[in-house]
């Protein structure tokens, strides 16, 4: 009786110690909240909290459903309860179950080979061993060794060391039961950027703007019921190789999501768009939501016709005709124009109605990003009805590396209505404007500007004199 009483303590002693090595799982299923913060650089940061049950003293946990691309030497975990939990080590698992992997798991060992028998209509099995996968598989079946078997191979069982998905896996030393822990991490493969639509009005006066929030992931997880924020600015960060390559995405799915507008913070020298509820991020998947909408914003249409600095320097005569002129849209990002939130880089693609209202793209430009309160220059291309030629009409050396010469600008405006144009002169140099036909301004120390204006249908020349020196 003694006897069998040690007996059956011994085993169940034996199965509570192969019960307490074998390793605690958690999955995307215990995550109870999760946060993504999208750096505009292609990576972003994972927090997530999961409620775990943990073994007593030094026990293993793997840690399931993390990205495919994340960078495992970012990782920090802690426990959310104030108790005790220290790890121990940390390994990042990505050996993944696939066919080759299979495969190669099996060299040196035995599988089953499975081809069809037409004749007798069944399947005949075959026990092989893998002798090599390098460049095909060799088996040895029997006393003959082939390869190019037609057929299916079959395995008794997956390695241990293969899995299906990225893991972590902790060993973990802390109070056991169930506990809370937080576990952050970077990871590659998560991006977003800002697109722009305005739409102006038929006297390009007034303009409305929505912006929206493009993000693309393809870290190699998913992320459902997530707090979603994202980061503009330019982020330092050391450059580093992954140790393996990134996967590509099968699927792109994109979902235009009518969320409310997000709210905006700044975050050291950078600024941190917050999305006002929860949303789910899927892997390989395009999300768009937008970040702002304002109406009846200020705009100016600019004209503009820009010199180049090294014309004053030789004898040229006729420069350019029919030389285009820019068109420009401008105006300030302030809460007088309805706007006056920081604006994340981007393009802005800009719309206007035709005569039968439906809209028509008329132009596009990128803009860096923009704190408030700045003005904004979006180039719409060049104008169809108003052209200019410029001429050099006298050019003398006046001294050393030292020229005085005489330009005339022709603007010419096919238009049924009247335009005002900015002529641009980049000098360059010591430079003087001696005298001139029109009203000039100082734009800074090597840009002076004329700002004409063209009636309609009609022709309009402006003469000016300059003394430049350059050396």
């Not at 505009?40 to 399931?64: D, I, K």
């Not at 082939?146 to 293969?162: H, Q, V």
Request: overall charge neutral; glycine content about 8%.
């Amino acid at each position: 009786m003694y006897g069998r009483v040690m007996i059956l303590a011994l085993a169940a002693l034996s199965a509570g110690t192969a019960a307490a090595q074998q390793p605690r799982r958690s999955t995307a299923e215990q995550r109870e909240q999760v946060t993504i913060t999208v750096y505009n650089q292609n990576f972003g940061l994972v927090r997530e909290v999961r409620s775990v049950e943990l073994g007593r003293g030094a026990a293993e946990l793997e840690f399931r459903d993390v990205a495919g691309l994340i960078e495992p030497f970012t990782v920090n975990v802690r426990a959310r309860d104030g108790q005790r939990l220290q790890v121990l080590e940390q390994n990042y698992r990505y050996d993944l179950l696939s066919p080759d992997q299979l495969l190669r798991k099996y060299v040196g060992r035995t599988v089953t080979l499975h081809r069809w028998n037409s004749v007798k209509g069944v399947e005949e099995p075959f026990t092989a061993e893998v002798l090599s996968v390098n460049e095909g598989t060799i088996f040895r079946i029997g006393n003959e060794i082939t390869y190019g078997f037609g057929g299916r191979i079959s395995f008794p069982a997956i390695p241990e060391d293969l899995i299906a998905q990225p893991t972590l896996v902790w060993l973990l030393d802390g109070n056991a039961g169930r506990r809370q822990v937080e576990v952050s991490y970077l990871t590659k493969g998560m991006n977003w950027r800002a697109d722009y639509v305005m739409v102006v009005n038929d006297a390009d006066t007034r303009a409305d703007l929505t912006g929206w929030v493009t993000l693309d992931n393809q870290s190699g997880a998913s992320y459902r019921n997530a707090q979603l924020k994202l980061v503009a600015g330019d982020v330092q960060r050391v450059r580093e190789e992954m140790a393996r390559a990134a996967g590509r995405l099968q699927e792109m799915r994109v979902v235009a999501d009518a969320a409310p507008m997000m709210t905006e913070e700044g975050l050291f020298e950078y600024h941190l768009y917050t999305l006002q509820r929860p949303t789910s991020v899927l892997n390989n998947e395009q999300k768009q939501v937008t970040l702002l909408e304002a109406s009846g914003i200020a705009v100016h249409k600019r004209l503009v016709l820009a010199g180049d600095p090294y014309r004053y320097r030789t004898q040229l005569g006729t420069l350019a005709s029919s030389e285009k002129v820019s068109v420009y849209l401008e105006f300030t990002n302030s809460e007088a124009s309805q706007l006056g939130m920081p604006l994340p880089r981007g393009i802005v693609r800009v719309y206007k109605a035709d005569q039968a209202g439906a809209q028509q793209f008329i132009g596009e430009d990128r803009i860096d990003h923009t704190p408030r309160d700045e003005q904004l220059r979006i180039k719409m291309g060049e104008a169809f009805d108003v052209v200019g030629d410029r001429r050099q009409m006298e050019w003398r050396v006046t001294g050393n590396c030292e020229s005085h010469s005489l330009w005339e600008i022709e603007l010419r405006n096919r238009k049924d209505q009247a335009v005002e144009v900015d002529v641009l002169e980049p000098v360059g140099g010591d430079w003087t404007v001696v005298e001139s036909s029109h009203a000039w301004e100082r734009m800074d120390a090597g840009t002076f500007r004329f700002r004409v204006a063209v009636p309609a249908r009609q022709t309009t020349k402006i003469t000016y004199r300059v003394r430049v020196k350059w050396c």
